[in-house]
């Protein structure tokens, strides 16, 4: 146990400045304000990343794109990028914050998805009858005239016949089902509204449409103006835990790495398919309700080996006395995590950088160094630790408490820090 403290002590190459903390910082800029994501990774820090270690590179990679945060600011300063993520609503959001669209053919839509709403209300549009979607457990989570307002404007959009332009009305939508349905503001996982909520819960669909539409509309413009369209962003749904095919990025063909990987398994940390799954039943995908399972340690391993690193050893070691079915938890992530970086390490050229921003979570009790964990994956695989930045959340969207021991009614603060490790390949 002490051992594990110990890296959590300042050093040299470990130290905590409080201007990565940007507290004052706009982080819905340009495009970044398409869509709230859980622990998005703010624009400043990788701005900040691509602004000191990126000079000259060409193209990066971020093996857990999220919403896109580094695919944005990389195309804002002329650098190719290719993003990948097993959820398709974060692709979706990557693919649409990094899109250069038809601002003119854009307006136009929206001004036509203006006049339908102004049809409906007068009745005056007869042939609009929409299809209720059938997915498990709707009446639960919307109510009657939500679901009828939402079927009408996922009609429209299904004849949109511009793909870029789809997928941004898309994203929109699903910022709209989120806060026209009965789920908890501020969470994460899908808990519903009480009942006396509900009965005075009256979100108005098309107005959170319509303000959701000109709001990235004009995150869009803004982003195309700066950016110049001179990049090209490509976002993929394959898994990085299983490997990374040759035909999407080679060995040593990668100049930086940006990314923030998730914390712990999405069912006891952050669930990410539990906040995207209302969307992604709306928008007919399948397998809506999986994604958690999907995500990296949402699986047991298969095998018993043992960790080599330190530090993976010795939180086995220490958790394993306490909760062995938790431990099980720690294991499948980190085997993930693990696999995951010994695929993404050979893309980096010789000299190229990989910068991971990751939060070090608590397991009973137990602070899990994972920057730590990083420096040592990447050690082994031939990287040099160049620096591990400890900065403040002050901004965040994170839940401020959970259950790290999974006991009903025994929560913690969550995390308060995050730690950017920088390694170069040597």
Same mark, same amino acid.
């Given at each position: ?8 002590v ?13 507290r ?36 990066l ?23 990948t ?6 692709r ?10 038809p ?26 009858k ?24 996922l009609?429209?959009?299904?004849t949109?016949e511009?793909?870029?332009i ?30 006396k ?7 108005d ?20 103006? =700066?950016?110049k369209?001179?990049?090209?962003? *490509?976002?993929? #749904? @394959?898994?990085t835990?299983e490997? &990374?095919?040759? %035909? ?18 999405s ?33 047991k ?8 690193t ?33 695929h ?26 994972? =920057?730590?964990?990083?420096v040592?994956?990447? *050690?082994?695989? #031939? @990287?040099?630790?160049?620096?591990? &930045?400890?900065r %403040? ?33 040597d």
């Open positions: 146990m002490n051992h594990l403290l110990e890296s959590l300042s050093t040299e190459k470990k130290y905590a400045d409080p201007l990565w903390d940007f004052s910082a706009d982080t819905k800029r340009h495009t970044h304000c398409f869509h709230n994501y859980p622990a998005m990774m703010i624009p400043q820090i990788a701005g900040a990343l691509l602004d000191k270690y990126g000079a000259g590179a060409k193209l990679f971020d093996p857990y794109c999220g919403s896109g945060t580094s695919l944005v600011e990389a195309s804002l300063r002329g650098i190719d990028s290719v993003g993520d097993i959820n398709p609503l974060a979706l959001m990557s693919s649409a914050k990094t899109s250069f669209l601002i003119d053919e854009l307006d136009g839509l929206i001004t036509e998805f203006g006049d339908m709403i102004f049809c409906l209300g007068f009745s005056c549009e007869k042939d609009l929409p299809t209720l979607p059938n997915f498990r457990n709707i009446d639960f989570w919307f109510s009657p005239i939500v679901k009828m307002k939402l079927a009408h404007v009609q429209f959009i299904g949109i511009d793909i870029g789809q997928s941004f009305f898309k994203v929109c939508f699903s910022e709209t089902i989120r806060k026209a349905s009965w789920t908890r503001n501020g969470e994460f996982k899908l808990y519903r509204i009480t009942e909520q509900r009965e005075i819960f009256d979100p669909v098309f107005k959170i449409m319509v303000a959701n539409l000109y709001r990235a509309r004009n995150g869009l413009k803004s982003y195309m103006y =700066d950016a369209g001179r990049t090209a962003a *490509k976002v993929f #749904g @394959f898994n835990v490997g &990374i095919p040759d %035909n999407v990025l080679q060995r040593e063909s990668v100049d930086i790495i940006v990314t923030s990987p998730p914390y712990g398994d069912r006891t940390t952050v669930a990410y398919g539990q906040y995207s799954r209302l969307s992604l039943e709306w928008l007919g995908f399948e397998d809506a309700g999986k994604i958690d399972s999907m995500l990296m340690g949402g699986k391993p298969n095998n018993s080996e043992k960790f080599k330190y530090y993976l050893s010795e939180i086995v070691s220490t958790l394993s006395s306490k909760d062995p079915k938790r431990t099980e938890d720690v294991i499948s992530f980190y085997k993930d995590y693990e696999a995951s970086i010994s993404v390490a050979p893309l980096l050229k010789k000299g190229g950088i990989s910068c991971y921003v990751v939060g070090n979570r608590k397991v009973k009790g137990l602070v899990l160094p994972t =920057d730590e964990i990083t040592e994956l990447f *050690k082994t695989r #031939g @990287f040099s630790h160049l620096e591990t &930045i400890i %403040n959340i002050p901004n965040k969207r994170m839940p401020s408490r959970n259950s790290p021991s999974n006991v009903t009614g025994e929560l913690e603060d969550t995390m308060t820090q995050e730690f950017i490790v920088v390694m170069r390949k």
